[in-house]
């Protein structure tokens, strides 16, 4: 299920350019969910392109695990007015097309806090959840849930550029 090309079920149509839909291989056993769209996902209408998605694409090469393999999606499909986190009305309006992504697959990676946050309420800090398993109902369907640091996180911190890379090292192990 994807939304309609001119959704309108919050407030976030107001300001997109393209709605972001998941990439990668819709049959993928494992699925990575960000937070939002960023500019430059906006722009092409691809999760994770910008400057955290290359840092995402280079880890996951080092580690020997191809980005097509993976679905790779956002818990909301419209940018955020400043890059501001999503709004719980946002997230609801784009949670059954998440849901629709999410259905059927092995695990599921949240990639930072505010995914954690949204896909199973998790509010501690990130380094003391990340690389848990943690039980998920997705429809139902139970899966595992994986927190993880987001890439962006990487970028200055080894802390969490290393949980990155377990967390990578698990889903190698799952495909």
């Known amino acids: 299920m994807e939304p309609e090309e001119g959704c309108r079920l919050c407030g976030l149509h107001q300001g997109r350019s393209r709605i972001v839909l998941a990439s ?6 494992v699925c990575l969910v960000g937070e939002a769209p960023g500019e430059k996902e906006d722009r092409e209408g691809s999760p994770f392109v910008g400057r955290s998605g290359k840092l995402l694409d280079r880890m996951l090469a080092e580690e020997g695990v191809d980005r097509s393999s993976l679905l790779i999606t956002n818990t ?4 955020p007015p400043g890059n501001r986190d999503p709004r ?3 997230m609801a309006a784009c949670r059954p097309f998440l849901l629709s992504e999410l259905a059927e697959r092995d695990a599921v990676v949240a990639l930072g806090r505010s995914a954690c946050r949204a896909l199973a309420g998790l509010e501690a800090p990130m380094k003391d959840i990340v690389n848990s398993r943690v039980p998920l109902d997705v429809d139902g ?12 996180a990487c970028i200055y911190r080894k802390e969490a550029r290393e949980g990155l890379r377990e967390t990578i090292r698990a889903v190698k192990g799952m495909l």
């Open 24 to 29: 990668g291989d819709p049959a993928a056993r």
């Open 76 to 79: 909301v499909k419209c940018r």
């Open 88 to 90: 719980p009305e946002e």
């Open 141 to 152: 369907n139970e899966t595992v849930l994986i927190p993880t640091y987001h890439p962006a």
